[in-house]
């Protein structure tokens, strides 16, 4: 679609476990490498996320630029940037607390969150805004099996086809 619908919101899944004072942090992709008992001691997160339309993508990099001086050519602080988008994006998750109350999405909240959950959540936002939701991306088959390695192996074949 040539313009970005800002009502359909993109689903960021991923999976932490506490793992005594450590947190591990994987991808629906990942999760599924991982052993299915190991994999039961995971919960999932669901993140619904904005659209970036051209507007918001612009704001966002203005508010991460950085004035060097006069003469100097301005740069993106990157972390600021990405700081930003993932508070400016993050509308609502399933997220709970330890006696199951709902965790409100806040800056507050949001903040306060270990590292790697939004640096993940937005690799897969990414992911996803570029490629589409992970259903929906479409793998190559491997080409079948044809004369391609014989071609390349028998140089006699390779004859025959030139002439052919």
Partial sequence: MLLVNQKKLINVVLYY?????TIRVETPETLKELEPEDQKSYTKL??????LDWKM????????????????????NW????????LTIMTEWDAKDDKG???????????????????????EYDSISILGEP?????????PPDQAE???????????EVKA
């Fill in 101 to 123: 109350n709902p965790i409100p999405v806040n800056p507050e909240t949001l903040s306060s969150l270990h590292p790697v959950i939004p640096e993940l959540a937005l690799r």
């Fill in 135 to 143: 259903e929906e991306v479409v793998t190559p088959e491997p080409n």
């Fill in 17 to 21: 476990k506490d793992s005594g004072g």
């Fill in 57 to 76: 993508y612009n704001d966002l990099q203005k508010k991460a630029l950085v004035d060097r001086g006069p003469g100097m050519d301005d740069v993106i």
């Fill in 150 to 160: 014989t071609k390349a192996e028998d140089p006699k074949a390779a004859k025959e």
């Fill in 79 to 86: 972390i600021t940037y990405k700081e930003s988008k993932f």
């Fill in 46 to 51: 669901i993140m619904k996320m904005k659209p």
